[in-house]
């Protein structure tokens, strides 16, 4: 349409949003549908952080502060970077931002030229090609499969860099697989990046409190400190500390880069909400006990869906270490028909299909850039997960 700009041409829209709405619709009509696409914890805010954010209305702390944060939170960001990560910053090299997703985007905004290319494992979250189009820049997908653990491996980063390379996103534990990088795998990342220095580091971590079993987070500039400099380490509070509305996320990287997002954000949004800027500072240097707790429900709502899943027959569910998604493979189906007639053909038509017919909505995975697969999010209730997983199982082994 010629009269909306060319910028937006280059973006396409988010697959997601058409489960979305199919599940809404079904609703709607009455169907008894069952949400498995959530991006966030069912979990409620705490209420501690909760009392903060009221304090801070009661005490008027209701107007515009510094754009990129309050020195309170700079503070508390600098605090949990040292205290979690081992990292040394100070607030000028702290920005706070509308979400982790307005951080990414101000980054990339801030530091891509036409051409410029960012190299994204596969499956990715769903908005980092779209921001990097939106920037002006070229997404290199690099698929990180099954085999691997979802995991790229260093042979396919050294493969993907070329003197254009601007960006490498890293993400663990990952959005939408929860696969969570060992040490040692991130070593062999880092020691690639060591040997192109003109490759920047924005690593996702948005996921780093959410982590299950024995599985130890870190992040790249802790593995190999050589990169700091040439690292954005991302975070937020809307996943751990089920703060997802409240709208606060943040990073940490050199003061030259944190400057230019401030410059981006100056001129778009200015400050986040200051109510919610003021809770955070409560969530990171309030009690984290509630993390535990959640993540002990997490885990046994993990291990019922991936044992379910694995359940059928050509279905292959590995199991994560954090975050509140599976990835499961479903090669063994394509092709096949459902007892409704739907020619399972890829991920989007198992998807359609199992919507349709099951009232079960999950995200296919083309929508990730890597299929044949399905996203579950585990974030609901035991009760409802074991519902959808008895309903999936029904309609892979009505297939034919
Ligand atoms: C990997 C990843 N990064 C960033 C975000 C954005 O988080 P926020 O809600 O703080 O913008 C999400 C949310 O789904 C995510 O999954």
């Not at 600098?78 to 000028?92: I, Q, S, T, W």
């Not at 698929?143 to 070329?162: H, N, R, S, V």
């Not at 690593?203 to 954005?232: S, W």
């Not at 990835?327 to 063994?332: L, W």
Request: glycine residues 8%.
């Amino acid at each position: 349409m010629s009269d909306l700009s060319a910028t937006l041409s280059r973006v396409k829209p988010s697959p997601t949003i058409a489960v979305t709405t199919k599940a809404q619709e079904l609703k709607a009509a009455g169907r008894d549908v069952i949400g498995l696409g959530a991006g966030e914890p069912d979990f409620d805010t705490p209420d501690h952080i909760k009392a903060a954010g009221i304090r801070a209305i009661e005490e008027g702390k209701t107007k515009y502060t510094a754009v990129d944060g309050i020195a309170e939170l700079k503070a508390a960001i600098c605090a949990k970077f040292k205290r979690d990560n081992g990292l040394e910053y100070v607030p000028a090299q702290v920005s706070v931002a509308s979400g982790g997703k307005q951080i990414l985007y101000n980054a990339l905004m801030a530091t891509l030229n036409p051409g410029d290319e960012v190299v994204i494992p596969a499956p990715y979250w769903v908005s980092y090609p779209d921001m990097v189009l939106l920037a002006g820049g070229e997404p290199v997908v690099v698929p990180a499969g099954i085999e691997t653990g979802f995991k790229l491996t260093p042979e396919a980063l050294e493969a993907a860099i070329t003197p254009k390379t601007r960006w490498f996103i890293f993400n663990s534990p990952s959005n939408p697989t929860g696969a969570g990088y060992t040490w040692d795998e991130l070593k062999g990342l880092t020691d690639v990046l060591m040997r192109h220095p003109h490759v920047w580091v924005m690593t996702d971590d948005m996921y780093e409190h959410l982590a299950y079993d024995d599985f130890q987070f870190c992040t790249p500039a802790q593995v190999e400190p050589a990169l700091y400099d040439r690292t954005l380490t991302c975070n937020g509070v809307s996943k751990a500390y089920c703060m997802t509305g409240w709208r606060i996320g943040y990073a940490a990287g050199p003061e030259r880069l944190i400057g230019a997002m401030r410059k981006i954000q100056s001129q778009s949004t200015s400050n986040p909400c200051t109510i919610s800027q003021w809770a955070a500072v409560e969530a990171l240097n309030g009690s984290h006990d509630f993390i535990t707790e959640n993540n002990a429900v997490f885990t046994r709502r993990r291990d019922l869906v991936v044992s379910m899943l694995n359940e059928i027959e050509g279905v292959e569910c590995p199991v994560p270490n954090g975050a509140f998604y599976v990835y499961p493979s479903i090669a063994g189906l394509i092709g096949k028909t459902s007892a409704g007639g739907a020619l399972i053909e890829d991920d989007e038509a198992f998807a359609t299909a199992l919507l349709e017919e099951t009232g079960v909505a999950v995200v296919f995975g083309a929508a990730f850039g890597l299929s044949p697969n399905f996203r579950v999010s585990y974030a609901t209730s035991d009760t409802a997960l074991k519902e959808a997983c008895g309903r999936i199982q029904a309609f892979c082994e009505g297939m034919t």
